[in-house]
């Protein structure tokens, strides 16, 4: 299979065409594919089901799951809210292991992350399902579908990953919908990405119980973490999940070492109260560093919210302002063509860094993660 027939394959799933088309990545040698030939193609509702580590068992057959703070408690034969947990005779089994029904080689900015291998290609992947019900989910059409409604592929960790190195990826990426609803899956492919030499980044919405994460944590170099909002009310009716975990999911992040930014999607009339990004971007300086990535991105109608207009320029601009003055080194706004609002600057001589518009990215003055004028050190994952 060339890279031609890959992205042929991987231009079946709908969701993801338009991101095929972006990168310009020079393909590299290419992968030696011959004993996976036949069976990287896309079929409908393919699943492996394989047995997660991560629930506790009840009287009568029943099982708690421990992946997420909803906490399912699920007879035999019932499935969690995710969609892609279900207790099997008592076993609860992942339905969403090593079966993607979305690959693409993406910019890494297209996760958003600004400060992570910048102007590289990210294999990147999803697999149906999302613990979260967001109103305004830009991917309903996989996240709130279960494995057997998506096309999918049988992508074992260990084709992903070389398919990552043929083609000059520096990074494998879990994301388009909450990836740790397949952690297993997550886990081997950041064990092999590792291995061989690539970076293992997640977008996720941070709403993941402690010791999953921590698990995690030993295999990923990054993360890209969505700060939804800053109340727990909008968090129950936009999203169905709660503020507090994702906090403190942030925190552990930080614990464990993990490079993280942030990336807020301002709705009109929901979340952007000049108050609350203060009070975001105040506790991310106190709590974690004035240095974390701040992605403030526009709105656009979608899924249930099709009735509001997209968020209007000058309020992302106006919050950006905002968070900037609680002390934020990085604030970026996103989904704009805004030249100045998306580049990276020193905070300390204010040279220009990193230049961006769309998903071109040029690097100006960064070396080896510092300033190229004044040597100041910027916070991020430079390869
Ligand atoms: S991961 Fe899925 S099954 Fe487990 S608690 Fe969360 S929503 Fe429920």
């Not at 890959?6 to 990545?25: D, N, S, T, Y």
């Not at 709403?207 to 129950?236: H, M, Q, R, W």
């Not at 999911?249 to 614990?255: E, F, G, M, T, Y």
């Not at 990336?263 to 979340?271: F, K, S, Y």
């Amino acid at each position: 299979m060339d890279r031609r027939e890959f992205v042929k394959l991987c231009g079946r799933c709908a969701v993801c065409l338009a991101a095929i088309q972006a990168p310009a990545l020079a393909p590299q040698r290419p992968p030696d594919l011959k004993a996976e030939e036949g069976r990287i193609v896309p079929r409908q509702g393919f699943i492996r089901p394989f047995p997660s580590p991560y629930y506790e068992s009840l009287a009568g057959g029943g099982v708690r799951c421990t992946l997420c703070p909803h906490g399912c408690e699920l007879e035999d034969g019932d499935r969690g809210a995710c969609g892609v947990r279900m207790n099997q005779g008592g076993t609860l089994m992942s339905l969403a292991h090593a079966n993607p029904c979305a690959v693409n080689v993406d910019p890494i900015e297209k996760k958003p992350f600004f400060h992570v291998a910048p102007g590289t290609g990210s294999f990147s992947l999803a697999t149906a399902g999302c613990n979260l019900h967001c109103k305004f989910c830009q991917n309903w059409e996989i996240s709130q579908a279960e494995p057997e409604q998506t096309l999918n592929y049988d992508l074992p960790a260990k084709t992903a990953v070389e398919i990552a190195t043929a083609y000059g990826c520096k990074s494998v990426a879990s994301t388009y919908v909450e990836p740790t609803i397949f952690i297993e899956y997550m886990l081997e492919l950041g064990r092999r990405a590792k291995r061989a030499g690539l970076l293992n980044v997640m977008h996720s919405c941070g709403f993941v119980n402690e010791k999953p994460l921590s698990d995690l944590c030993k295999v990923l170099d990054a993360a890209c973490i969505d700060l939804k909002g800053f109340t727990e009310e909008y968090y129950k009716t936009m999203t169905g999940g709660g503020l507090q975990p994702v906090l403190d999911s942030i925190k552990r992040l930080k614990a464990h070492g993990v490079f993280t930014e942030l990336v807020t999607l301002v709705v009109p009339g929901r979340n952007d109260a000049p108050d609350e990004t203060k009070a975001m971007a105040h506790w991310i300086a106190s709590e974690l560093s004035p240095g974390v990535p701040l992605h403030l991105t526009r709105f656009y109608p979608r899924y249930k919210l099709k009735s509001l207009p997209p968020t209007p320029v000058e309020t992302l601009l106006r919050l950006r302002e905002t968070a900037r003055s609680e002390g934020l080194e990085f604030v970026y706004v996103g989904n704009v063509p805004s030249a100045e609002a998306e580049n990276t600057s020193c905070p300390q001589c204010g040279a220009l860094l990193i230049k961006r518009r769309g998903y071109s990215t040029r690097i100006v003055d960064l070396k080896d993660g510092r300033c190229g004028r004044c040597g100041r050190e910027i916070p991020g994952v430079f390869v």
